[in-house]
């Protein structure tokens, strides 16, 4: 069975640090996509990256940068500089393949506050 | 603004009541979805439909049931629910053509107090 782990519960930093949120994963497919969203306290999920799995290029959009790595079975989500308004609960998720509409399956979620 | 709009916004209700959720997507997808997001748990996928046609009921129980009259809308209909029932319930819709890989968007969820 697929599963995603965010070990980290919460995080808590000083703003302008640097913050590195962890996703583990795990899947028997070869094929298959991986998925950061971001869900602040309004309640609706952002998207925010998707990764498959026949890329493993890091990617950076701004303050925001993805590291996947196959080896290791992680998908870690670090933001450089953060500011207050990335405070947040932070979801990594892995599609699972389905016919027809994909099926998504979450971690727990890592709750980060960015403290001014 | 939000391409997936739910109503309402936040609902309570006693265990007797019959309500309903209502979700409408405006980004012209043919997937949609019901999650659950209780405290402590992670996101509880309930049911996926693709166009109109439920995919997966993920051992919802009975008391939930799903209504999709066609791919812009989607309906959560509340029977004799329990305590244990109270949480942010999420809807999201997305393009998919059977191979995945499309990113769902979410609505800002119905907020559900039972009493």
């Known amino acids: 069975a697929q599963k995603v782990t965010q070990a980290q519960t919460e995080i808590s930093v000083v703003e302008k640090e640097d913050v590195t949120l962890d996703c583990v994963y795990e899947?028997?497919?070869?094929?298959?996509?991986l998925f950061w969203y971001k869900q602040p306290p309004s309640g609706e999920l952002v998207f925010l990256i998707r990764?498959?799995?026949?890329?493993?290029q890091n990617e950076i959009s701004g303050r925001y940068s993805w590291n996947f790595q196959k080896s290791t079975s992680s998908f870690n989500f670090t933001i450089t500089a953060s500011q207050v308004v990335d405070s947040a609960v932070y979801f990594c998720?892995?599609?699972?393949?389905?016919?027809?509409?994909?099926?998504?399956?979450f971690g727990q979620g890592t709750r980060l506050t960015i403290n001014p | 603004e939000t391409g997936v709009t739910q109503t309402p916004r936040h609902l309570v209700m006693g265990m007797t009541n019959k309500k309903s959720l209502k979700c409408e997507q405006h980004?012209?997808?043919?997937?949609m979805y019901w999650y659950k997001q209780s405290a402590k748990k992670p996101l509880e996928l309930m049911f996926v439909?693709?166009?109109?046609?439920?995919?997966e009921n993920n051992s919802v129980p009975s008391r939930f049931s799903p209504e999709c009259p066609n791919s812009s809308h989607l309906f959560l209909h509340l029977h004799t629910l329990q305590p244990e029932d109270s949480a942010l319930y999420l809807c999201?819709?997305?393009?998919?053509?059977?191979?995945?890989?499309?990113?769902?968007?979410f609505g800002d969820g119905t907020r559900l107090s039972i009493l």
């Open positions: 899947t028997r497919d070869t094929t298959y996509y």
């Open positions: 980004l012209g997808h043919n997937a």
């Open positions: 439909y693709n166009f109109k046609e439920q995919t």
């Open positions: 998720a892995l599609s699972e393949p389905s016919q027809g509409a994909q099926k998504l399956v």
């Open positions: 990764r498959n799995s026949f890329d493993e």
């Open positions: 999201a819709s997305s393009q998919d053509g059977g191979q995945g890989g499309r990113p769902q968007h």
